[in-house]
């Protein structure tokens, strides 16, 4: 009697006959196939996250499960590909970190797909407010006041306040040429409590920005710029990403954060709505918050891990400088995406004009 594996065995020397020599090619083919099917393309924010995510995610990724992850370097705000993407079906990405009120706006939309992974596995080990049906946290950002200590030294300023006193702080400044972060920014600059930051007074942030603008010596658009500027010495102090400016202590540069009242989100992995590939990223999310690669992942960028068992295997003089450590996380303000997600285009249209007057 025939077994399974003989007629398998005998089916395929058939198809080979009949094919002839041509079947000579189908292995290659195939195996092209298989391993383009075991491939993602994801999109990630760009050096130093590019080369961070590289040695820390994609390749031990590929490693452990065979599925190779192409990194790909995407605008600061992906809102608009994502949605194309989607409406025309075409996956140039498999997968995105997004910031929380892009994912917020998306998800809200239709535009992302329910990874289902909340409670589950690794993503199950990480606190509720690092993860949405959508996302699936990577790293904690922060924006806060930063300055060169070379320039400074222990005169820089201390608070939001302060880089709003150029005439007790003198110094070149910079701030994000963005309503986000910068509206906050100059309401906590103008004595607003924190408990009491959402929602924004526009009218008041907008006075408070009158009082700065012509103080602001250059204004800063990508997160690049952040390391070039302080780097080149261009300015002292500025409103900046923090792991951006930390990037410039890490090559050399003398910096200081101010941690009170610094803003934080979460950066997290996304999924558009109908990827062929999502069962892909799933796992890639599952893998992308264990404690190893979280860990070995802030010894090139200085962001907060998610998974907070991380700080086990973080040496304390590196978890000074990350948002969620438990001496930083406590003075930081989680801005509030729902608010950007509704009001953003609007508060974002109105800076705009304000800029330029």
Partial sequence: MTSKFDVKTLERRSFVKLLGGAALAVPAV??????QDRQIVVRDPGNPYSKAFSET????FEQATGIKVVGVVASIDPMAQ???IVD????IWDGMILGEAAAATLGEKGYLEEHGLEGKGNVGKLPAEFVT????GSNVSATSVVYRTDVLGDKGPKSWADFWNPEQFPGRRSLFKYARYTLEQALLADGVDPKKLYPLDLDRAFKSLDKIKSKIDVWWTGGAQVVQFLSSGEVDMMGAFVARA?????AGTPITVVWDNFLWQVDAWAIPKGAPKADLMREFM???CTVKPQAEMTKFIPAGPVN???YKFISTERAALLTTSPANFPRGIHQNVKYWSEFGPEAQKRFNAWFIQ
């Fill in 30 to 35: 195939w195996s092209s196939a298989r391993a």
């Fill in 57 to 60: 995610l994609y390749k031990p």
């Fill in 82 to 84: 994502v949605k194309s």
């Fill in 88 to 91: 025309t079906k075409n996956y």
């Fill in 133 to 136: 049906p959508y996302t699936v």
């Fill in 246 to 250: 930390l990037a410039a202590a890490d």
């Fill in 286 to 288: 599952q893998f992308s």
């Fill in 308 to 310: 907070l068992d991380a």
